[in-house]
Each structure stands twice: as structure tokens, then as C-alpha cells.
T-cell receptor, first 112, second 114 residues
């Protein structure tokens, strides 16, 4: 059974810092891994999607890497801003139905 | 293309009442998924449709829950005899048959059971 874990559960950093969020999964047989952002009480905003054959994806200040063999992904946020404050979720797609298996998220707070 | 839409966005109900949520997927997306997210947790898979056929249901989907997708377009999720433990965000997602591994999520319906 696929399980997804995110560390740390919460993180508070001063503005301007570079930071790394971690995601691990137990079964390497995934189709892809996706990072989402969720603001309080809101839906999911897709940030980056990494196919299983890819090693990383970049969008602006965000960079996500994937090491499928070790079951790990990292989301790197450069020069953090207060507007980055949110919960970050990672999810993997596996199985015949392609359903997403989510981690419990990392709650990020960037202090001005 | 307006994305996945869900209605209502918020629903407050009393324990024991029935509620129904609607999800309209992206046009021509033949796959539709329902997830539930409780406070402080990641979303959890509930059920999945391919066209009008419901192909998988999670054990989380008790017999008080029923989902339909008539004609393979919009979907409804009904909860009968709601309980306080049903309070959660209900998320819908859809994907296209040519890109089955990429789901697009709606804004969710937040249910509060008093």
C-alpha cells in the first residue's frame, strides 16, 4: 500500500530564506509526483508535476526534484516571501485508477 | 475551458440531514475523482468514475455515501443522515483519457455538520 510522508509538518522562516520541503513515498512504482499549494479553507493549486521519467521541474522560484528509486522528492523554494505562506502537499499517482495518494502536508509560514 | 467547478462551495447542515454536492469536470474529461480532506490532513481518495461507470470505491465511502455520474458528464455526491464526522472539504478532480495521470482539481465544497 502506497504511503506518502511529508517532513516537516510545519515550518516557520524569516522572509528571504531558501527552504526545502521533503516528501517520501513507500512504493516507487509511480506514474508521477505533483506538488500542490493550499491556502486556508481553499482548494488545491498545482505547482509542479514531475513525470516518473523526469528528475526535476522548475517554475520561477520553485524547483522540485524526484528520486524515484529512493522514494523521495524535494520542493525547493528560493528567496521565500510572506505570500508563500500556505500548506504544501505532495501527491503521487499510482495504481490502475491513477488516483492520487497525498501526504499530510507541510504548513509554511514566512515571516515579514 | 473554465476548469472543474463544484457547487455549492459551502454547506452547513444539521446532523441527520441529507446533502448533495455537484461536480462539473472539464469538458471531454472522461475520468472523475472524489476526494475528502479533513482538517490538518491531506485529501483522501473516495471514488472514481470512468465515463458513467463507477470503477472504484474507497472503504471510506460508507453506505451513507453515494456517488453518481449520469451520462458521463457531471457527478453528484450524496451523503445521507450526515454525522459530525462528515465535516470536511470534498474535492472533485477530472482527467482526460489521453493524460490519465494528470488530474485537475475543483475548488472544493466545504461541509460543516452541526
Amino acid at each position: 500500500k502506497q504511503e506518502v510522508t511529508q517532513i516537516p509538518a510545519a515550518l516557520s522562516v524569516p522572509e528571504g530564506e531558501n527552504l526545502v520541503l521533503n516528501c517520501s513515498f513507500t512504493d516507487s512504482a509511480i506514474y508521477n509526483l505533483q506538488w500542490f499549494r493550499q491556502d486556508p479553507g481553499k482548494g488545491l493549486t498545482s505547482l509542479l508535476l514531475i513525470q516518473s521519467s523526469q528528475r526535476e521541474q522548475t517554475s520561477g522560484r520553485l524547483n522540485a526534484s524526484l528520486d524515484k528509486s529512493s522514494g523521495r522528492s524535494t520542493l525547493y523554494i528560493a528567496a521565500s516571501q510572506p505570500g508563500d505562506s500556505a500548506t504544501y502537499l505532495c501527491a503521487v499517482t499510482s495504481g490502475g485508477t491513477y488516483k492520487y495518494i497525498f501526504g499530510t502536508g507541510t504548513r509554511l509560514k514566512v515571516l515579514a | 475551458d473554465t476548469g472543474v467547478s463544484q457547487n455549492p462551495r459551502h454547506k452547513i447542515t444539521k446532523r441527520g440531514q441529507n446533502v448533495t454536492f455537484r461536480c462539473d469536470p472539464i469538458s471531454e474529461h472522461n475520468r472523475l475523482y472524489w476526494y475528502r480532506q479533513t482538517l490538518g490532513q491531506g485529501p483522501e481518495f473516495l471514488t472514481y468514475f470512468q465515463n458513467e461507470a463507477q470503477l472504484e470505491k474507497s472503504r471510506l465511502l460508507s453506505d451513507r455515501f453515494s456517488a453518481e455520474r449520469p451520462k458521463g458528464s457531471f457527478s453528484t455526491l450524496e451523503i445521507q443522515r450526515t454525522e459530525q464526522g462528515d465535516s470536511a472539504m470534498y474535492l472533485c478532480a477530472s482527467s482526460h483519457q489521453d493524460h490519465v495521470d494528470t488530474q485537475y482539481f475543483g475548488p472544493g465544497t466545504r461541509l460543516t455538520v452541526l
